[in-house]
């Protein structure tokens, strides 16, 4: 049992926004004013940076209304930042919270974030400084450990499943092959969602890619070929992650040998730009249209739309997320626990409910998880399991609908 502290709480938000990030923020703060043992609830502007820069609010001073507001509003309020502290940049943050008197530290975001907060809770330690430091999930990309899934995945995944039910609408209109790139760099979690909509074996995607696999581009021209000589159109979801056997983005692959410029881009992180110029999607396309003949065939890149789209939101992902926020005041208050993050569990039996606990914050830190091998199936598609684990999260996806198409009868 460890002692309850009494002083400031700081929140912050870090890394890649979602649409419920703010949820689990108003929850934070919601609980926060129902323990007197927390004196004000401060916010820092773009995360640790405004920690270190002083840059802070009062979140205490928000009006009822205005919070259930920003609850609704998509991507970071306070401001997210992407920033690995250094050593000294740490000591900052450290010395900057003892100077507003902070005994709370809470941080939404994904696993750097998680890492962050483990480092500042290890060196306010350290230095004998009192303060509980707690990490608050949000990712679309669904990849956090230990938590069932993360708050954000489920309204992203929701938004992924509508657009593909609206593409392959499309498709079935004009046909042709349409191919669609999707954010998971490391894991298909997002990808995989754009199955949740349909019904049968004619609806697409009828390809699916994900970095769980290795990306081989003759075998995707042949499944491409296949389906279009059966069904005359294809369309296709890819992860922005594919590679091939040696771990190397497959964009990667396709600018070296084509001699594009392409294969020198790299991100602010040092890592191959693999979506965001939409190039992914058109070397698809032209490997397409260059092997399989007079098809028509389009490409999109999805982007940021699938993280912050305000009018696809999961109503379980936003009530998950708010809950989530205020299990990180209830636990860092109720001096059971010096730090954690917070991590969700299915309840069994009965219709779909989560439960917030706290798991070790080395534990959720660093590293990330893959899907597991019971979700994939073959080289291109998902299995029925991950439609039972995922579909929940979206609050559920309505099916299309076709005409009965009764022929007209000229006798």
């Known amino acids: 049992m460890t002692t309850i502290l009494q002083g400031a709480a700081v929140i912050g938000q870090s890394g890649g926004p979602t649409v419920v990030i703010n949820q689990s923020l108003v929850g934070a703060i919601q609980e926060a004013a129902q323990h007197d043992c927390i004196t004000k609830m401060l916010g820092a502007r773009h995360g640790v940076k405004g920690m270190m820069d002083g840059d802070l609010i009062d979140l205490s001073l928000e009006t009822a209304d205005t919070l259930e507001a920003i609850a609704k509003t998509p991507a970071a309020s306070l401001g997210s930042v992407r920033m690995k ?53 949000k990712t679309i990309d669904n990849d956090l450990r230990v938590t069932d899934h993360c708050p954000g995945y489920g309204s992203a ?21 349409k191919i669609n790139v999707v954010m998971g760099r490391h894991a ?6 754009s199955t949740l909509g349909r019904r049968n074996e004619e609806d697409g995607p009828h390809l699916v890619y ?7 581009p003759e075998q995707f021209l042949a499944d491409v070929a296949e389906v279009h000589s059966r069904l005359g159109r294809c369309v296709v979801a890819v992860s922005e992650g ?6 190397k983005p497959f964009l990667q692959v396709y600018a070296e040998q084509a001699g594009s410029a392409l294969a020198g881009q790299a991100d602010s992180h040092g890592n191959v730009q693999l979506s965001g110029t939409g190039a992914l999607g058109d070397a698809l396309a032209n490997l397409v249209r260059e092997h399989l003949g007079n098809i028509r065939v389009r490409a999109d890149t999805f982007g940021y739309l699938q993280r912050s789209f305000p009018a696809d939101v999961s109503p379980i992902d936003a009530s998950e997320a708010r809950e989530c926020g205020r299990a990180a005041v209830r636990a860092a208050v109720s001096g059971d626990h010096a730090s954690g993050s917070i991590a969700l569990r299915r309840v069994e039996g009965g219709e779909y409910r989560c439960e917030p606990f706290v798991t070790p914050l080395h534990t959720v830190a660093k590293h990330t998880k893959d899907m597991p091998e ?8 998902v299995s029925p399991a991950f439609r039972n684990y995922a579909l ?9 609908a076709d005409l009965e198409g009764n022929p007209v009868n000229s006798e």
């Open 188 to 193: 298909g979690w997002l990808t995989a969602a």
């Open 392 to 400: 929940p999260l979206t609050s559920g996806i309505q099916p299309m």
């Open 374 to 381: 019971e979700f994939l199936l073959g080289q291109n598609g």
């Open 85 to 137: 502290p250094t050593a000294e940049d740490v000591a900052k943050i450290v010395e900057g919270l003892r100077r507003f008197d902070v005994r709370y530290f809470f941080y939404i975001g994904g696993n750097d974030t998680a890492e962050t907060a483990h480092i500042v809770e290890q060196l306010s330690v350290e230095q004998g400084y009192k303060m509980r430091c707690f990490h608050i999930p």
């Open 210 to 216: 994900l970095p769980e696999r290795v990306f081989d």
């Open 157 to 177: 995944a929701r938004f992924v499943a509508h657009a593909f039910q609206g593409d392959d609408r499309d498709n079935r209109s004009l046909m042709g092959v």
């Open 242 to 247: 594919i590679h091939d056997a040696d771990g």
